[in-house]
Antibody, heavy 118, light 110 residues
Framework: EVQLLESGGGLVQPGGSLRLSCAAS????????MSWVRQAPGKGLEWVST????????YYADSVKGRFTVSRDNSKNRLHLQMNSLRAEDTAVYYC???????????WGQGTLVTVSS | QSALTQPASVSGSPGQSITISCTGT?????????VSWYQQHPGKAPKLMIY???NRPSGVPDRFSGSKSGNTASLTISGLQAEDEADYYC??????????FGGGTKLTVL
């Protein structure tokens, strides 16, 4: 059974940093593209970032480019999202997602809440 | 990349059919057959319902179907059931090697 478990969310002040992690199990992690998708309170879904299975290519939404960095450790089956220069508009539930086909989002974690507020 | 356009809400009675539209541009929906649809119940993670415009993952009832014409994709749910009441989101791969979601549609089963 595929499982994705996010951690690292919490309250951070504007301008601060936070690192999210996602522990994966139940599939061949290195064969899956992994993504982060977020959802602001009461709002819709927003794609944030995607990293290829080998980690050689990364992609970001314009709204986070230059501030967020996605990475993965295939030896530990872990996905990370380093978030710097956080803004109030980054407040959201962040979902970890994995798929063998990167054109759609197949397996989702339960999400971790990030709140950016002073 | 602008969000795809979905109706804010749709409704239908049990047993009826409804269709949710999702409109983009030639740089996303119109340019690729990589439209997918997600169902989200309150407080839950999204669930993939349709991928590559028309394909259903294993376990998704065949009451759910997808289609596309030009820059507009559609999700049709036939034989509506109470448990179908949820938010539905479309998404498409884009020419910028990115993904764009629709704003979401709230389905109410009357």
């Amino acid at each position: 059974e595929v499982q994705l478990l996010e951690s690292g969310g919490g309250l951070v002040q504007p301008g601060g940093s936070l690192r999210l992690s996602c522990a994966a199990s139940g599939f061949t992690f290195s064969s899956y593209a992994m993504s982060w998708v977020r959802q602001a309170p009461g709002k819709g879904l927003e794609w944030v970032s995607t990293i290829t299975g080998g980690g050689g290519a990364t992609y970001y939404a314009d709204s986070v480019k230059g501030r967020f960095t996605v990475s993965r450790d295939n030896s530990k089956n872990r996905l990370h999202l380093q978030m710097n220069s956080l803004r109030a508009e980054d407040t959201a539930v962040y979902y970890c997602e994995g798929s063998s086909n990167w054109y759609y989002f197949k397996y989702w974690g339960q999400g971790t809440l990030v709140t950016v507020s002073s | 990349q602008s969000a795809l356009t979905q109706p804010a809400s749709v409704s239908g009675s049990p047993g009826q059919s409804i269709t949710i539209s999702c409109t983009g541009t030639s740089s996303d929906i119109g340019g690729y057959n990589y439209v997918s649809w997600y169902q989200q119940h309150p407080g839950k993670a999204p669930k993939l319902m349709i991928y590559d415009v028309t394909n259903r993952p294993s376990g998704v009832p065949d009451r759910f179907s997808g289609s596309k014409s030009g820059n507009t994709a559609s999700l049709t749910i036939s034989g509506l059931q109470a448990e179908d009441e949820a938010d539905y989101y479309c998404t498409s791969y884009t020419s910028s090697t990115s993904w764009v979601f629709g704003g979401g549609t709230k389905l109410t089963v009357l």
